[in-house]
Each structure stands twice: as C-alpha cells, then as structure tokens.
C-alpha cells in the first residue's frame, strides 16, 4: 500500500521556539562535554546552513534554528507530479540523492 502511496504538496510547520530548546537542553546533557545548549544550537544553525546551501529557498531553516522564539517554520514540498514514497525513500538513501532532493525547486521554507 505505501509503496503505491504518492506526494504532490505537503507542508510541516513548527511554532515557536520549545521543542528546539528542549532538545538542545537535552543534548548538551548528554553530551557531557561542557557545550551548552546555546552553543548546541550554533552549531546545529552552521551545519543547517551548509547542508541546506544547495538550495537558497531553505535558508529560513538555519536562520529558524538560531532564531526560533515567537516564530514558526513552514517547510513545504509542492511538486508538479506527484511522487512516489519509494522515490522519496530513494532520495534519502544516499548523502548524494539526498542533496538533489535538498536541491529541488519543489522544496522551499520560510519562517515569520
């Protein structure tokens, strides 16, 4: 049944700032290695920021995680053809088809 499943729009959003610095809190403990939260958080954003650079339409994804209160994060995927959760299973599969998905027009976020 999933593998006949098909996406053409999907959208996530995220409000506020809570669930990002309870896992950030959560990290720096187990970390053990004296990072705080804060810093967990930095370096989650410059990561994000390099990862996501392949596509200029998901910069609000870093700048969301460096910068979460009060704000909400919408992710969302609008293709022209629905694809396949095989296909998107795939696209996950591998750091290269990963980028490509990252890199498709069909994705973009925004935060306000």
Do not use: E, H, W
């Not at 309870?22 to 403990?29: D, Q």
């Not at 293709?79 to 088809?97: E, K, Q």
């Amino acid at each position: 049944m999933l593998q006949s499943t098909a996406l053409q729009n999907v959208t996530f959003s995220l409000k506020g700032d809570r669930l990002l610095d309870t896992g950030f809190v959560l990290s720096a403990r187990q970390a053990g290695n004296g990072m705080t939260a804060d810093q967990l958080r930095q370096q989650a954003a410059q990561v994000l920021q390099t990862a996501l650079s392949v596509n200029p339409a998901l910069s609000a994804i870093p700048d969301y995680v460096a910068n979460p209160a009060g704000r909400t994060l919408t992710v969302t995927y609008a293709s022209g053809t629905p694809v396949s959760l095989r296909v998107l299973n795939d696209a996950f599969s591998s750091p290269a088809s990963m980028l490509a998905f990252l890199a498709s027009p069909d994705l973009k976020a925004s935060a306000q």
